[in-house]
């Protein structure tokens, strides 16, 4: 049995129409080996929304043709984003949505998006840094803390692997 024919709802390549919509960075916005051809899963104002749950300025995007698809009116696309596929493929499962959202993204794939994430971190961890020594321990935030600080090292991996291979 395929994957399609175990997942009837997983996109297909085929599927370029205008249900599914791709887009990407538009060349020269960030650096070739950090553009990947998202799944658009809405807007809100000037943001795209994807679904790996990235948010985008639509003017710095472009749409694109699906993955592996050469489509004459669309610019072709880079490497597709997986997080993308997996999240529509598997939209109506009870954990489609991933990981609870946090201050710091599950994936960074931009050098602007990884230096912020890496300020939030800072600052974050200098708050509980003056709060320890106060005798203000919060078990919970801790706890988020540490998750958010789990999760920054396997994007900061995910972007460092990334970068080594794009050189």
């Known amino acids: ?23 990407q960075y538009r060349a020269g916005v960030v650096p070739e080996w950090s553009r990947f051809a998202h799944i658009r899963r809405g807007a809100i104002g000037s943001q795209i929304q994807s679904w790996c749950r990235q948010s985008f300025r639509a003017d710095e995007v472009e749409d694109c043709a699906a993955p592996q698809i050469v489509a004459s009116t669309l610019p072709e696309a880079v490497a597709e984003c997986t997080d993308c596929f997996v999240q ?34 800072q600052r974050e961890l200098g708050d509980e840094a003056v709060r320890v020594p106060r005798g203000e321990v919060d078990p919970d935030r801790l706890g988020k803390l540490a998750a958010e600080a789990e999760r920054f090292s396997r994007a900061l991996r995910r972007f460092g692997w990334l970068a080594a291979r794009g050189r």
């Open 1 to 23: 049995m395929t994957f399609k024919e175990k997942n009837p709802t997983a996109p297909g390549r085929a599927e370029v129409s205008g249900q599914i919509r791709y887009f």
């Open 88 to 121: 529509l493929a598997f939209r109506g499962s009870p954990d489609a949505c991933g990981a609870e959202p946090g201050l710091v993204p599950a994936r960074i794939d931009t050098p602007g998006q990884m230096a912020s994430a890496m300020h939030v971190l």
